[in-house]
């Protein structure tokens, strides 16, 4: 019996592939647990469709994602603290302040999971902080800390 693998199955294939199974195999572990489908022609068919939908939406986020990038990019985002002793900030920067001021400030959402920022920032003045907009977009964004 074909099988179209819908799910990578240790020592038999990778996703997308199609086997060769003994009948038993498919029917009491394959095809219960979702790992794959018989290979009849309308299930190939299907699984292209499904294939190019799915090719399609991944084009259109990462359109998205440079889109937002180039916004994030000509944009700056400020950001106040209190300032301590001898003009030392007293406190720190977040990822989610940051992340509430782009929306407050520049009316873009962004996730603060989104945001590549080792430690929070501790230091006055103007910081890089890279965001993570999609695995292959990653923008910088100036974030100014000022004294409050």
Known sequence: MQI??????KSLGKKGEIVK??????RNFILPKKL??????KNLNDLKLKKANEEKVAAQQLAEARELGTKLEKASVTLSIKAGENGKAFGSVSGKEISKAVQDQLG???DKKKLVL??????????EVPVKLHRDVTVKLAVKVVEA
């Open 36 to 41: 794959g489908v018989e290979a009849t022609p």
């Open 118 to 127: 080792p430690e929070p920032l501790k230091t006055f003045g103007t910081h």
């Open 21 to 26: 199974v003994n009948e038993g195999y498919a």
């Open 108 to 110: 873009l959402e962004i």
């Open 4 to 9: 179209v693998l819908l799910e990578d199955v």
